[in-house]
């Protein structure tokens, strides 16, 4: 009966900490003019949903990576170098959004693409592969820039010139009926068609199958290396739909964007459950994961901690995570 009750209680932690935080938030929260909690409105709540947008769409990649058995360092990169060329494209280029929105899904899935071919066909540590791919994207976030944000103001040709905003811009940055977020929308779809690939496809029990033992995996006839290679293809191509959405939501493209971001990406899926060492988790719980670090950064934010500091707590809460799990599994 003690060893069902834990692994009752251990299947619902992450709901738990999300209950746990949402009511320390409320908590916390100081009120409004009419003595209403601000944290329990609804305009609070799909403020954190548009700023966690960006983040949970990472880890919504990241969770298929990490499920395999990997790791991917290099996706706040990607997300930089994709907001930049979609920015250089559209604003600079003049490109339609209809070939511009594809055409930089197909850079971020491709920069995916090769850290998968690297880590199955070289068995190199996809640590390794992923900082290495990690650099080389902002490199070339910087490159297509020339070192500077891609905005609507810039100088051409000696003279200084200003265009308008593209519409796909103003589109994604938009609202639903003027409250719900688009970038939710596009976070809450990624999710829920990962969630599928993951869950009902010969891919999704493929990454299950090699990150429990893959080795067992190989012998049973997967064939692995191309289930890595598309799950870090995966992961790149929602980098780049973050990417996207970074450059929609500042509205330029920054060669900084997207630093430290793969932290919060990785930080959502271990809270969520997702094991480290792979075979076992769930792209739902990711959600609650996301939606945990998300109302983590506003008591932070409340309690006046800066970035400096909000990193340091990030970095112990996945630290504490991963000693939960290694706890649970011995």
Same mark, same amino acid.
């Not at 594809?102 to 190199?124: E, M, S, T, Y």
């Given at each position: $009966? ?16 999300? %209950? ?9 929260? +100081? ?11 609804? &305009? ?11 983040? &949970? ?11 395999? =058995? /990997? ?21 600079? #280029? ?7 929105? +594809?055409?930089?899904?197909? %850079? /971020? ?15 190199? @540590? ?5 900082? !290495? ?8 976030? #910087?490159?297509?820039? =020339?070192? @500077? ?6 100088? @051409? ?8 905003? +593209? +519409? ?28 599928? %690939? ?18 067992? *995996?190989?012998?049973? &006839? ?6 890595? !290679?598309? *799950? ?5 191509? $929602? ?7 970074? *450059?929609?939501? @500042? ?16 930080? !959502? ?5 997702? !094991?480290?060492? /792979? ?14 670090? &998300? ?36």
């Amino acid at each position: $009966m003690t060893l069902k009750i834990r692994q009752i209680l251990g299947a619902s932690r992450p709901l738990l900490i999300l %209950a746990a935080v949402f009511v320390l938030c409320a908590a916390l929260s +100081p009120t409004d003019g009419q003595g209403a909690n601000t944290f329990l409105t609804w &305009g609070s709540q799909t403020n954190m949903l548009r700023f966690m947008s960006e983040y &949970g769409i990472l880890a919504a990649g990241m969770t298929l990576v990490i499920l395999s =058995g /990997g790791i991917d360092l290099s996706v706040g990169s990607i997300l930089g170098f994709t907001a930049v060329l979609f920015s250089w494209m559209t604003i600079w #280029k003049d490109v339609p959004a209809v070939l511009a929105v +594809p055409a930089c899904l197909a %850079a /971020g899935a491709a920069l995916g693409g090769v850290n998968g071919f690297l880590v199955a066909r070289f068995r190199i @540590q996809p640590f390794v592969v992923t900082l !290495a791919m990690m650099v080389v994207a902002r490199g070339l976030a #910087k490159l297509v820039s =020339g070192g @500077q944000k891609v905005s609507t103001a810039f100088e @051409q040709n000696g003279d200084f010139v200003t265009k308008p905003i +593209p +519409p796909f811009f103003d589109f994604l940055n938009d609202r639903i009926g003027g409250t719900f977020p688009v970038v939710g929308v596009v976070f809450l779809a990624a999710i829920l068609l990962l969630w599928g %690939a993951a869950r009902y496809t010969l891919f999704g029990r493929h990454l299950y199958a090699i990150g429990g033992n893959e080795e067992a *995996a190989r012998l049973s &006839g997967v064939r692995v290396g191309w289930a890595k !290679a598309g *799950a870090y293809a995966v992961s790149g191509l $929602m980098a780049a739909l973050a990417g996207l959405c970074d *450059a929609a939501q @500042q509205q330029q493209g920054d060669p900084e964007a997207g630093a430290t971001y793969e932290l919060d990406a990785i930080a !959502a899926v271990v809270i969520g459950g997702t !094991a480290l060492t /792979g075979g076992r988790g769930s792209m739902s719980l990711t959600l609650v994961g996301v939606l945990v670090i &998300g109302y983590i950064d506003q008591i932070l934010s409340l309690k006046g901690f800066d970035q400096s500091q909000r990193l340091i707590a990030k970095g112990l809460i996945i630290l504490g995570a991963v000693l939960l799990q290694k706890r649970e599994r011995v």
